[in-house]
C-alpha cells in the first residue's frame, strides 16, 4: 500500500520548471518509492545498483543517456563517484 507524501504535489510542480531534480536523505525511508509514483509515469527508470549500469554511466556516459533519454529516473546517482573506478 502507498501512503500519499506532502512532497508530491512540490515535486510535480518542480518538474515542470526544472530539467533535473535531485532527492536525497536517510536509508530506506521511502525515497525510490515517492519518485516512482509521483514522477515516474512516462519516465524510464533505471538503477545504478546495476554494476552494468554503474559502469556504462561511469564510462560512457553519452551513451548512457541514449540508452535512457529523458525523462529518466536514475536512482543511486550518488554511486557514480562514491566507490572508486579502477
Do not use: C, W
Not at 500500500?1 to 512532497?7: A, N, P, S
Not at 560512457?60 to 529523458?70: E, G, V, Y
Amino acid at each position: 500500500m502507498y501512503t500519499l507524501r506532502t512532497i508530491e504535489e512540490f515535486i510535480e510542480t518542480a518538474a515542470k520548471q526544472f530539467p533535473v531534480i535531485l532527492v536525497t536523505g536517510a536509508r530506506q525511508v521511502g525515497k525510490t518509492t515517492l519518485l516512482q509514483h509521483a514522477g515516474g509515469q512516462g519516465r524510464s527508470y533505471v538503477t545504478l545498483d546495476d554494476p552494468l549500469m554503474l559502469e556504462l554511466a561511469r564510462t560512457d556516459p553519452a551513451l548512457f543517456m541514449q540508452r535512457f533519454p529523458p525523462p529518466v529516473l536514475i536512482d543511486k546517482i550518488q554511486l557514480i563517484n562514491s566507490i572508486a573506478s579502477t
